[in-house]
């Protein structure tokens, strides 16, 4: 990859605050936007704002053409059919859509992670609550990796949905999807995947997955804001009851009854972001011409060099996997002593180095390890070799200011 050419394509890179460079190191967070995402972006506003699928003169039918073909585009990313691809506005509403239209009820139980975001652990506390639906916790092992035998053991024939991460937002840990994919449907059970960490940068195909839903955001793989997108296998989607009702989801309604219309559309309610569609559609075009592979074996690089200047520095703690190959590129770490809101905050105030701070959205695990939080330095295909030097550098430096 010529990562210098690439930068130079990011209007966000090109700007110095106090003199210095932006070192972005917060993209499991939020990815940097490339200009041909912008500019896909601005198109669809200054040159054919219209409703999708509503109105027949010219900016309706331009509109209408280019929001398909950002569908069609999405599907052959990610390897499905395009009428498998349900826009929505983040991997949250992906989660929830499923975990409010499956017809869960009482006594079935969901399985999920000790590692999940929020987004996949506070839907099933609420259909516990509302519904009596189980929900059960499949613990990693002790080196933070994921424990096959532990997972088998949580299988019954209750065991109506598997709802994991595909690569966890805390440490970088890829999860053996496939074979837990198979696992779980040899008991019969559903599964469902959080891919908001994995999409960003690694090929994944959902054909060779064999996964029933998959959920992914637009905003971490160098998309827009607001955007995102739930696979579902069609003939679950033709059952699925819609989670959202309104314009747009109809082919017909008297005063009494209504025809909905097939998936995809039966789950897209009201007006949508159609340039957010087609934003996210320009973020896959992008990513197809770098090509995944690059990504993932640069972003596993740069994290080899930082896990192997900081992992032997006295007072740093790195959480997840040992081996950096295991994180692809993400080092959540604490320094000894310093709550890691201070040491972010340093490393912002030092030299511009953005990187997350605290418990990531994943509490429960937090918790459960009585653990406060942690620095999180995440790389994408815009870092740079010299950016992990001035990364380490500052590193040694505030645990010489403890």
Partial sequence: MDVEKIRAGFPVLQQKINGKPVIYFDNACMSLKPKQVIDSMNESYTKYTACHGRSAHKFGRKLTEEYQKSREKIAKHIGCKTEEVIFTRNTTEGINLVANSLGLKNGDIILTTDREHNSNLLPWHLLSERFGVKHKIVLSKN???FDLNNFQNALGKNVKLVSFVHMSNLDGYTLPVKEIIKIAHDNGSLVLLDGAQA??????DMKGLDVDFYAFSGHKMLGPYGTGVLFGKYQLLEKLKPFIVGGDTVERTTYDSHI????????????QNYSGAIGLAAATDYLDNVGKKNIEKHEVELNKLITKEISGLDGISIIGPSQAELRGGIISFNVKGMPSHDVALMLDEMANIMVRSGQHCVHSWFDAHKIEGSVRASLYLYNTKEETKVFIDRIREILRLR
């Fill in 260 to 271: 909905f219309l097939k998936p995809p559309e039966k789950f897209e309610a009201g007006l």
């Fill in 143 to 145: 080196d933070m990796t």
């Fill in 199 to 204: 999409i960003p940068h690694k090929e994944v």
